[in-house]
């Protein structure tokens, strides 16, 4: 298969979106209504995005990896989400508390804000989660703290990717589960399951819950630090601001991974034990535009099948069910669960056939 090599500028994508709300301020400060201004990031994230992967078609090449020159730009991209992100967080809550909004305008910064900090800030924690380092480790859990989602970081890794395509994966889509009902069975299952989780692998270390080796009340209690400064610096708005961009953060993070996995199933051999995760067992996206905003996580099948593999690395299934679009797109068409049947459903049945 052909190879293709991932350049600093291309990567360098992938943050741009932290720019939005600024730019956004820069128009209501040249005379664009404030609350039409909040819904700008909106357009651009699910409207001129779609638009741009549509014209700019599918890249199914495999990465070269990167020259001695290009790499530590490159591999370093997911750190360097975080102060973005913490920078785009408190500036956008700023711009909120500095204009004038309707109930309809502080909604659309309000979104505006979560699906960026979910686009660049839980993408990345992603990346550095699955790496072995501490200071990756920690870079992600930070992140997933600005978002109120640090059991995501221990439920992830744990649970999902040990059970992906099986019942007992909850963040697997079942055929014909809605994306509402979807929603609302994973809040309920990671709020639990992550502190579960985290105190099995404590206990396999000889550590009680309560000890200060338990890594979620590190995270959270961070994510109340800064909700805490959030109300001090902002009062009630701050806190508000901070509350619900990590709801509509966690909300498209979950969306996307309904996308991933819809309807896929792994045959179960024996009661209990499935067949080892293939390329199959993912939805995937070959767009090229889409993948670059989203550091290739489209790539999913490979994703789970090389868990550590960086981001640059990743492969290009052909075997894999193919979306007929990237994420952005995606997310719209999962909103309205008749036309998800419509447009999925096909495609399924045909990928299940292949794959059986």
């Known amino acids: 298969m052909a190879t293709s090599k991932l350049t600093q ?9 932290t720019t939005l709300p600024f730019l956004s301020f820069m128009l209501v400060l040249g005379g664009i209504n404030p609350d039409l201004a909040g ?11 779609p638009l741009i992967d549509y014209l700019g078609g599918e ?3 495999n990465p070269e990896l990167p020259d001695r020159s290009e790499a530590s730009a490159i591999v370093w991209l997911p750190w360097f989400a975080l ?3 913490f920078f785009c967080l408190l500036g956008t809550t700023w711009i909120i508390s500095q204009i004038s909004l309707t109930a309809v305008g502080l909604l659309g910064w309000v979104i505006s804000l979560g699906v960026i900090m979910s686009t660049v800030g839980i993408t990345a924690a992603h990346e550095l989660i699955h790496k072995r380092s501490q200071f990756e ?7 997933l703290s600005l978002t109120c989602y640090a059991s995501f970081k221990i439920e992830h890794i744990y649970w999902h990717h040990a059970h992906v395509a099986t019942p007992v994966d909850p963040t697997t889509a079942k055929y014909n589960q809605s994306l509402y009902r979807f929603l609302l069975t994973v809040f309920r299952h990671n709020a639990v399951n992550g502190w579960k ?7 396999k270390r000889g550590f009680s819950f309560w000890s200060w080796h338990n890594q979620l009340f590190w995270y959270y209690g961070i994510s109340v630090i800064l909700a805490g400064l959030a109300f001090v610096t902002f009062g009630a708005l701050g806190l508000f601001v901070f509350l619900a961009q990590s709801l509509v953060a966690i909300t498209l993070l ?12 792994r045959e179960e051999r024996r009661p209990g034990r499935y067949e080892p995760v293939a390329p199959h067992h993912s939805w995937n996206a070959p767009y090229r535009f889409s993948n670059l905003l989203l550091i290739q996580l489209q790539r999913h099948s490979d994703h789970h099948a090389f868990a550590q593999r960086p981001y640059y690395a990743l492969q ?7 979306l007929p679009a990237g994420y952005p797109f995606m997310v719209l068409i999962a909103l309205c669960p008749p036309l998800w049947r419509k447009v999925i459903h096909p495609r399924l049945k045909a990928a299940l056939s292949n794959s059986g």
Do not use: D
């Not at 979950?254 to 199933?265: D, K």
């Open 83 to 85: 102060p973005l992100c």
């Open 9 to 17: 500028p291309s990567a360098l994508l992938f943050l741009a979106p």
């Open 197 to 203: 989780l985290e105190a099995q692998r404590l206990n």
């Open 316 to 322: 290009h299934h052909e075997a894999a069910p193919q």
């Open 137 to 143: 480790q920690l870079s992600g859990g930070l992140l």
């Open 39 to 49: 819904w700008l990031p909106m357009l651009v994230m699910f409207g001129f995005i």
């Open 59 to 61: 890249r199914k090449s």
């Open 254 to 265: 979950e969306t996307i991974n309904y996308i991933e996995h819809y309807g896929l199933v």
